[in-house]
């Protein structure tokens, strides 16, 4: 079984391109990956985990927690849905051409260079929240696959995961222009569950479920009303997973299960 001695490094190196692999971010996104899968896959613990959000199998905790007089409280989501697969959640996360059609805290989405067929960098400038300024944020993107080794079978699917994680880039340096920068880092996780009455039989779209997990610290990198920034959270979190999860059940219905 997966202890908290797994090497996830190690993991996350065997997923990833070789491109990845040369950029010299990749200490970092190893780094960042491996701790942002081990704590999504750690459950909530002893920690203040206030449930905010319950809908459905939809659940949503936070902890309060403030920097600098700023809010920065952690988020985590978990979600089950049903007739998509870890492999796919994460697909329609990462990918850029995708991200306008669920992405509703988005004014502008711009691809600043793709490392490689896995690791994007991004700048983004989301919609503005009266009365705080608007906000933009420069990260890198990785998407990868481990082994689910609480799943006996070696053929079992892997877990998928896109991570994202705020990068200070030349090309856009923060508070230059009427946006203030926030920092973030995200973690979406799927792990696809295959029904047993599927056995020895052609795979269906029911026979699968994604147990999901998202987990996200935004620190609004300046000014933002501490009540204001709460309630904003409080409606856009599950909006974004519900706009998005039925966005890839839209998407996949049609097509092939790729696990
Ligand atoms: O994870 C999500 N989206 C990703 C792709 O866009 C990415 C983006 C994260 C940024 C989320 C922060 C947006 C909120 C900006 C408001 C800042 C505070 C303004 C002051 C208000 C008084 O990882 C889904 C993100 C869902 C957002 C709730």
């Known amino acids: 079984a997966q202890t908290s001695q797994t090497n996830w490094g190690e993991l996350i190196r065997a997923a990833a391109t070789n491109a990845s692999l040369k950029h010299i971010y990749w200490p970092e996104i190893e780094r ?20 905010f959000v319950e809908d459905g199998e939809m659940k949503m905790y936070r902890r309060e927690v403030e920097e600098d007089g700023l809010v920065v409280d952690p988020l985590k989501a978990t979600h089950q849905v049903k007739g998509i697969t870890g492999r ?14 669920w992405e509703g805290t988005l004014e502008t989405m711009n691809v600043v260079d793709k490392i490689a067929e896995d690791t994007i960098l991004f700048h983004q400038i989301h919609k503005r929240i009266w009365p705080a300024a608007q906000r933009d944020a420069t990260f890198w993107s990785h998407l990868t696959h481990v082994p ?22 030349p090309s856009h340096p ?11 880092t995200i973690i ?10 599927a056995k020895g039989r052609e795979l269906k779209r029911d026979d699968i479920t994604c147990k999901i ?39 996949t219905k049609n097509l092939p299960i790729k696990l």
């Open 32 to 51: 960042v990956v491996a701790e942002q899968i081990r704590s999504a896959r750690m459950g909530l613990g002893k920690g203040a985990w206030q449930l």
């Open 88 to 101: 796919e959640l994460c697909h329609y996360f990462f990918y850029p051409e995708y991200r306008y059609d």
């Open 148 to 169: 689910d080794e609480e799943e006996k079978s070696e053929d079992s699917p892997h877990i998928w995961a896109t991570v994202n994680n705020s990068v200070e880039l």
């Open 174 to 184: 923060p508070n230059s222009g009427k946006q203030v920068r926030i920092y973030l």
């Open 188 to 197: 979406l996780m799927g792990q696809t569950i295959i029904s047993p009455a």
């Open 213 to 251: 997990t998202y987990c996200a610290v935004v620190n609004p990198g300046g000014w933002a009303p501490s009540s204001v920034l709460r309630a904003v959270y409080k409606r856009e979190y599950p909006k974004f997973l519900k706009r998005f999860t039925a966005y890839v059940l839209e998407k």
